[in-house]
C-alpha cells in the first residue's frame, strides 16, 4: 500500500508560502500523492488550480482529486480542464469524483441536489467520450484519460465503479468500514465482468502534537457540520499520535487498500514533516 498526503486547501490559514513548501517537501519525501478535497460555498482554495500549482513544481508525486463533486461542473468544461493537468503534470493525474453531500454548495452554484446522482452517471460516461474524441482538446496524457476513482457508499456509487471507474475511494472513516465497503465495490466489479484491477483508495485525518489536536478537531467540526450529530464520530476519528497513524495504516493495508491518502487538519508545515517521520 502506498501513503499519500492532502494539501491544506480547506484548512484555516492556509497560505501561498505554507502551500508552496508543503509541495516541495512533499516531492522529496515518502509520499505518493498529493490529494485535494473540494468545496465551493466555503473559504478554501480551487482544488484544480491548487492541483496544476502543484504540477508546475513537482514531476514525480501524483496529483488527486481525492474528490470532486462533479456534478457541481459543467462535463465539458470539467473535461477539458482535467485533461489539461493531465498534460501539463505528464499523465501523473488521478480523478476521484463523487456527487458530493453538501446542499450548500449546490444552493452556491444554482443546481439541483437532488438530481446530482443522475447526472454523474450522465457525467463519467461523457468525460471518456470527450478524452478519447477530438472535439474539445487536448488529448490527456493518458490513453482514454486518467484513471478515474468513484466514491460514496451507495449501492448506485458501486454499480458506477463497476461501469465507468477504474477504482474505488472509500470517504474515511475505521479500517472495517473500508473493509465492507470495499467487499461491496469488489462484489460489483466481478458481477461487471471486468477483466482489470480493481483500485482501492481510502483516506483518513490526523493532527500530530499536543497543541494541534484541539485545532484539528475544531476543523472537523466546522468542515462537517453539516452532518449534525455525526459530526462528533467523525471528530472522534482524528487520529493524533504516531502509533494511531501506523495502526490505522496497518489496518487499511490489511483490508486491501491500494493508496492510502491521510489530509491535515491544521496548517503547519510541521504536520507534513511529523507524518513523513511516521511513514518513513
Not at 490529494?35 to 491548487?50: E, K, N, T
Not at 493525474?93 to 443522475?118: C, F, M, N, P, T
Not at 460489483?188 to 493532527?207: C, E, F, N, S
Not at 449534525?228 to 487498500?257: D, H, M, N, W
Request: with cysteine; proline share 5%.
Amino acid at each position: 500500500m502506498q501513503i499519500g498526503i492532502g494539501l491544506p486547501t480547506t484548512t484555516p490559514g492556509a497560505d501561498r508560502a505554507l502551500f508552496l513548501e508543503w509541495v516541495r517537501q512533499a516531492e522529496q519525501g515518502p509520499f505518493s500523492t498529493l490529494g485535494v478535497f473540494d468545496r465551493l460555498a466555503y473559504d478554501s482554495l480551487d482544488p484544480l488550480i491548487s492541483l496544476a500549482a502543484a504540477a508546475a513544481i513537482t514531476s514525480r508525486i501524483r496529483l488527486a482529486t481525492t474528490i470532486l463533486a462533479g456534478p457541481l461542473y459543467n462535463t465539458a468544461w470539467l473535461a477539458k480542464s482535467l485533461a489539461s493537468l493531465d498534460v501539463l503534470s505528464s499523465g501523473r493525474l488521478v480523478v476521484g469524483l463523487a456527487i458530493g453531500a453538501r446542499r450548500s454548495d449546490y444552493d452556491a452554484a444554482g443546481l439541483s441536489h437532488s438530481s446530482r446522482g443522475r447526472r454523474l452517471g450522465q457525467q463519467l460516461a461523457q468525460l471518456r467520450e470527450y478524452w478519447e474524441g477530438e472535439s474539445i482538446g487536448p488529448q490527456p496524457a493518458c490513453s482514454g484519460g486518467p484513471p478515474l476513482l468513484v466514491g460514496g457508499l451507495s449501492d448506485r456509487t458501486f454499480a458506477r465503479v463497476a461501469r465507468y471507474a477504474n477504482g474505488y475511494l472509500h470517504g474515511g472513516g475505521p479500517p472495517a468500514t473500508f473493509s465492507k465497503a470495499a467487499a461491496k465495490a469488489r462484489a460489483a466489479w466481478h458481477d461487471a465482468g471486468r477483466p482489470d484491477r480493481l483500485q482501492l483508495w481510502g483516506m483518513g485525518y490526523y493532527a500530530l502534537g499536543e497543541k494541534e489536536v484541539a485545532a484539528g478537531t475544531q476543523y472537523l467540526k466546522h468542515y462537517y457540520e453539516f452532518a449534525g450529530p455525526f459530526v462528533e464520530k467523525i471528530a472522534a476519528g482524528l487520529l493524533t499520535t504516531p502509533q494511531a497513524v501506523v495502526a490505522f495504516s496497518r489496518g487499511y493495508q490489511e483490508a486491501g487498500c491500494d493508496e492510502l491518502i491521510l489530509f491535515p487538519t491544521v496548517s503547519d508545515i510541521s504536520q507534513l514533516e511529523r507524518l513523513a517521520e511516521v511513514i518513513a
